[in-house]
């Protein structure tokens, strides 16, 4: 079989990244400007078709012909392109995408990454970013280029040339980036896996667009109404100012500290009148309802279809559809980079009440070939598209919000701290012993407490602390320094849990006004009237005092600085009265980037981020719509509610409903319709990933469950306190307590994973967490097991480099990459890995993946996190096994979502059964896994 590698360079005024490859295609001025390409190992040719060059009659039946191997970096977008440029459809068979190679080996997701990674001698071209922007992109009018709005070859014949150079290039990296990673091939099932999933984003998803037009109209409206409604109630120039508005309330009786969400739905029902009426007017201008319907609009295509919603073999290593991020964010348990973070609770920041909350989130992420902006101040290090949206003080007095684009091009502040409202624990005593302890405490091999000082200061303050404490001490004198000694007897309980003197996420929770004071004290001191250095070794200590300091209104730097023979040290530069705003005077850089981009999707829209040490606060991006985290959807009556919509028909939305914001989220999922005389038939798997755990482990309690009623979380609530299952009824606290074990603690998780489940928020007291965790691994030891085995035999491998078998999973190091072979017999990988001290203290593996601006970075994992990439990617390979079945049988699969598949159907064919029965095949190597799929139907799409 020939060989044809292909590369191609186009033109559309229609931003790319935005609106997708297809939209981009359906441009009027869209055109292919250069196809470059080489059969077999002849040498590269280049076509200039913007110069009026034809496509070679030998070329254009090579790529029409299905039996030719077509390889491109990013087929999709070379197909597409193309079967546009011919005017005829192009069958995804015979298209092999070398990027969906290369991510299935954990390698970048751009060709230049790729080629960096590999060391390959062939480099894409360093220039080439600046040539696409001249030739690819409409350009400004001005008076020196005699005010056109595209530059064509004839306006720059050097540049052009060297814009053929650049496309012949890539032909040649690519060819070279497939010959290195030639002996590892795409499956064959994961190619015909991947030709369908270029069918399904080729179909595409009908979109009702009037509702999506009224949707967007009715936000307008209702956000204009409300704002004007409040000023009237108020008097106030701006309701949205924290100021304003807390002096008003204070004139109406109401004292407040804070205006977060969740401290206004609370007054709220507390109050009545003009303050209740005034604080859910504040409730509904914090929502924000219609980005979703902006993003369908923008990327929809004349024929009223969104496409290429889906993407193949994503960053994930698990080959899910879903994404993951970069920069760091700070959840309830410090600071994680969010291409280890899958979504959960993360610190988001309110521009209405300037307080920061933990609240969930989304991980989201996508591809994207462009310009990134790098702002630089003293407190920030961003680096982000140029449709990133950040915070800014406006002129009125208030924040607003505007994209980074735009922002560069002036002199603006953005915030970096916040306010957050949390209830002491400890006693301020305790909490000064702690930090002294956290300095300069000792713990002996006996469990006793030593300090050893030579400064009389730190002496007295210690005797007093531990005085005022009531902790009985003895005090030993030598020749110019005093021991400070407390018996292990007379230790308390808090002091005996302070072993490592490492802070926890339990700080977040205590007094900042006395962290601050009591640090300059021992390992801070005092560098200025405003400002305090801390210095410690301890590199979790100085990510947690940073973001204590950021939560508490204050802000926070690290530096760390590499010292020979000694341990790394982190200074961290604190200010105490930072003020709210950090004006941002360098104006931004513009850096070419090709490669995948981060966000955090947050209700509030803002959200904390770190990088080089900095902290700020930041926002979200926007680009195709986000299939898998639409908001779920709870109205009784949703046709009525739509009809309502796309009528129009606003006032009666208002009068019917008691938060249009609200409405209009919940409505989003409707806005993709079946095409006519069509319905849809929604079916997914019931409890994927628990069934696919339990059957890795062989739990057989959990494997009798799924094979006879179902119900896990009665079932292990029964198993965990020894209750009879009959006596475990829904809305119990026992099923509540099942329930949220089971969605927390399954992949190692502990009680920060219950915690950021919203295990308090739903009643549970601190106290009974860690019993919890103890109860579910306890009753689940097959699966407890299965974690230490696998991390006891990823550590073997990389050692060793022998192959090491757990179950029906394999571990084997080669050629630089662990591999962890699943029982379909596809491969995860993970790139370089080596054994390091982990941050338990102990053997660990990391290995190496793309991080932010293109550059490699180690992470680490251990056991718990194998598994849950290990399960993640079995249950991956059952959507796909189900997948192709269901479309063989002659569905049309229009979207799929985590384990939901979507399939438009002719009205009087098919069924609910038949897609379903389809689903709960077992393919043969997952014999004995209970596998079962439930579905529904409906005339738009939403969650029965």
Known sequence: MRMLSLDVETFSSINLVKAGVYKYTSAPDFEVLLLAYAFDDEEVQIIDLASGEELPTELMEAI??????????????????????????????????????????????????????????????????????????????????????????????????????YCVRDVEVERAIRTKIAKFPIRNTEQELYILDQRINDRGLLVDRELVKHAIECDRLHQTDTFSHARHLTGLENPNSVAQLKMWLRDNGVEVDSLSKKAVTDLAKESDGEVEALLNMRLQLAKTSIKKYEAIERSVCSDSRVRGLLQFYGANRTGRWCLTGDHEVLTQDGWTQIDSWNSGYIACWSPQTECISFQKAQAVSFDYDGDIYAIESQRCSQMST????????????????????????????????????????????????????????????????????????????????????????????????????????????????????????WLFDESADIVFDELENWDGYRCGPNSIQYVTINKQNADMIQAFAHLSGRAATIVKKVRENWSDAYYVNIWLTPGGHNEIRKKATVIPFSGKVFCAETETGFFLVRRNGKVWITGNSGRLVQVQNLPQNHEKDLTLARDLLKQGRFGELKLFYESVPHLLSELIRTAF??????????????????????????????????????????????????????????GSLLRQKGKIAELALGYGGGVGALTAMGALDMGLLEEELQPLVTAWRAANPNITKLWWDIDKAALVAVKDKTLQTVGRLQLQCMSGILFITLPSGRKLSYIKPRIELNKFGRDGITYEGIGVGKRWCRMDTYGPKLVENIVQGAARDLLAEAMLLVAKAGYDIVMHVHDEVVVEVPNGQGSIKEVCDLMAIVPPWAEGLPLRADGYECEYYRKD
């Open 64 to 165: 029409i012909n299905d039996s030719v191997k077509k390889t491109t970096f990013n087929a999709n977008f070379e197909r597409t392109c193309l079967a546009k440029h011919l005017k005829q459809t192009l069958s995804p068979v015979g298209w092999h995408c070398t990027a969906v190679q290369a991510a299935s080996l954990g390698l970048p997701l751009s060709l230049e990454g790729v080629a960096l990674v590999l060391g390959l001698e062939q480099q894409k071209m360093k220039d080439g970013k600046e040539l696409i922007r001249f030739f690819s992109l409409p350009c400004k009018p001005t008076i020196a280029n005699g005010g056109r709005t595209r530059n064509l070859p004839h306006h720059a014949a050097d540049r052009w040339e060297q814009f053929k150079a």
């Open 673 to 730: 319709i079946p095409k006519e005389n069509h319905r849809f038939i929604v079916a997914d798997f019931s409890a994927i990933e628990a069934r696919v755990i339990a059957w890795l482990a062989g739990e057989k309690w959990r494997m009798d469950v799924f094979k006879t009623h179902g119900k896990i979380y009665e079932a292990s609530a029964s198993q965990m306190f020894k209750v009879p299952l009959e006596d475990i009824t829904k």
């Open 386 to 505: 140029p449709d990133h949206r950040m915070a800014y003080w406006g002129k009125n007095g208030g924040w607003e919000v505007d994209t980074v684009e735009n922002l560069a091009s002036k002199r603006f502040s953005i915030p970096f701290t916040g306010r957050r409202i949390g209830n002491s624990s400890l006693e301020h005593i305790e909490l000064r012993i702690l930090i002294m302890t956290q300095a300069d405490g000792h713990y002996t091999q006996e469990g006793s407490l030593r300090f050893h000082f030579s400064k009389p200061r730190k002496i007295e303050r210690c005797k007093n602390l531990l005085r005022k404490a009531g902790i009985i001490f003895m005090t030993m004198l030598r020749e110019k320094s005093t021991v400070i000694t407390i018996k292990s007897r007379h230790l308390p309980v808090w002091l005996r849990m302070f072993q490592n003197k490492t802070f926890g996420s």
